[in-house]
């Protein structure tokens, strides 16, 4: 059984920094492409992140191009979202997902995945 525990959210201030972690269980974490979700309340789940196996290929959705970033470390099974110059609209339960691919195809679509993580909850106030 695949298990994806996320941590590292909290309550900030417009501007600042967090950064979430994601812990996956098992011995092929290395195997999968990676993904973080973040669900506002009353929107749709929407896609954040990706990376792919080996780490040296990112995509992101445009609004958070150029603040957050993805990475991973395969070592720690572990893969992270660094989250720079928050804004209160970041505010929603980020989630880590596994993806069925290894690459970042088709990482923006929800059905790409087969595990997800529990949310952690990130609030940015203005």
């Known amino acids: 059984q695949v298990q994806l525990v996320e941590s590292g959210g909290g309550l900030v201030q417009a501007g600042d920094s967090l950064r979430l972690s994601c812990t996956v269980s098992g011995r092929t974490f290395s195997s999968y492409a990676m993904g973080w979700f973040r669900q506002a309340p009353g929107k749709e789940r929407e896609f954040v992140a990706g990376?792919?196996?080996?780490?040296?290929?990112?995509i992101y959705t445009d609004s958070v191009k150029g603040r957050f970033t993805i990475s991973r470390d395969n070592a720690k099974n572990t893969v992270y979202l660094q989250m720079n110059s928050l804004k209160p609209e970041d505010t929603a339960v980020y989630y880590c997902a596994r993806a069925r691919t290894i690459s970042t195809d088709n990482l923006y679509q929800r059905g790409t995945y087969d595990y997800w993580g529990q949310g952690t909850q990130v609030t940015v106030s203005a």
């Open positions: 990376i792919n196996r080996s780490g040296d290929n990112t």
